[in-house]
């Protein structure tokens, strides 16, 4: 079974374990503040100053966020995003290896629209957009037989990143949901060394916890 199945399985259980009696698309109005994090998997590409992509790879994608209720149908908030990727490569015929990891991030600000009634099914869905910081960190290792590996230097660059999701929340407790959806992140570096633009798409699977207000 690969990694991928096997947390989207973990992620079914999850919700089904809850049963008919908690997991719920139908809940009453949210709390006024939410926080939330949760972790999925992610394909994207990198492209570097000169404009050549370094094909589609997947890795691993932590989300983090924290939002306040304005009205009952919009959430402000901040939101990160990160998505990495770590690869093994031979340089050159001296058999010198090269251990690469590659990361794209983000903190934004957002805006999320929750178009239908708070307590009808289409209440559940949501809409999110965001846009702030963005950077990209690129960490080299090279390995030879019988030297420490190290730790490497790693090269952070700076720009802007977008972000935009789709999804439903699914309510397992008073104040407790759990989000599943995708999401699409694009970043403007404009960096000399390593990257000029990234993007990459993930699933989303966000816990978050509701507190105040109703």
């Given at each position: 079974?690969?990694?991928?199945?096997?947390?989207?399985?973990?992620?079914?259980?999850?919700?089904?374990?809850?049963?008919?009696?908690?997991?719920?698309?139908?809940?009453?109005?949210?709390?006024?503040?939410?926080?939330?994090?949760?972790?999925?998997?992610?394909?994207?590409?990198?492209?570097?100053?000169?404009?050549?992509?370094?094909?589609?790879?997947?890795?691993?994608?932590?989300q983090?966020?924290?939002?306040?209720?304005?009205?009952?149908?919009?959430?402000?908030?901040?939101?990160?995003?990160?998505?990495?990727?770590?690869?093994?490569?031979?340089?050159?015929?001296?058999?010198?290896?090269?251990?690469?990891?590659?990361?794209?991030?983000?903190?934004?600000?957002?805006?999320?629209?929750?178009?239908?009634?708070?307590?009808?099914?289409?209440?559940?869905?949501?809409?999110?957009?965001?846009?702030?910081?963005?950077?990209?960190?690129?960490?080299?290792?090279?390995?030879?037989?019988?030297?420490?590996?190290?730790?490497g230097?790693r090269?952070?660059?700076?720009?802007?990143?977008?972000?935009?999701?789709?999804?439903?929340?699914?309510?397992?407790?008073?104040?407790?949901?759990?989000a599943?959806?995708?999401?699409?992140?694009?970043?403007?570096?404009?960096?000399?060394s390593?990257?000029?633009?990234?993007?990459?798409?993930?699933?989303?699977?966000?816990?978050?916890?509701?507190?105040?207000?109703?």
């Amino acid at each position: 079974m690969t990694s991928r199945a096997g947390i989207w399985i973990a992620t079914l259980v999850l919700l089904g374990s809850a049963g008919p009696a908690h997991a719920d698309a139908v809940r009453g109005e949210r709390g006024t503040w939410s926080v939330g994090g949760g972790w999925a998997w992610g394909r994207g590409t990198f492209q570097n100053p000169q404009g050549a992509e370094s094909g589609y790879d997947d890795g691993s994608s932590a989300q983090m966020r924290t939002a306040r209720r304005i009205g009952r149908f919009l959430q402000v908030g901040a939101d990160y995003r990160g998505w990495a990727i770590e690869f093994g490569r031979e340089t050159d015929s001296t058999g010198v290896f090269i251990k690469a990891r590659r990361s794209v991030q983000s903190l934004s600000a957002s805006v999320t629209v929750f178009p239908g009634k708070p307590n009808t099914v289409l209440g559940s869905f949501f809409v999110r957009g965001g846009v702030g910081l963005g950077w990209a960190g690129t960490t080299l290792r090279k390995l030879e037989l019988g030297i420490e590996q190290g730790h490497g230097e790693r090269i952070d660059e700076f720009g802007v990143g977008y972000m935009a999701e789709l999804g439903f929340e699914f309510w397992v407790a008073d104040r407790f949901t759990v989000a599943v959806g995708s999401n699409w992140n694009y970043f403007d570096i404009g960096g000399d060394s390593f990257v000029d633009k990234a993007w990459y798409g993930s699933g989303i699977v966000i816990f978050n916890v509701y507190f105040g207000g109703p």
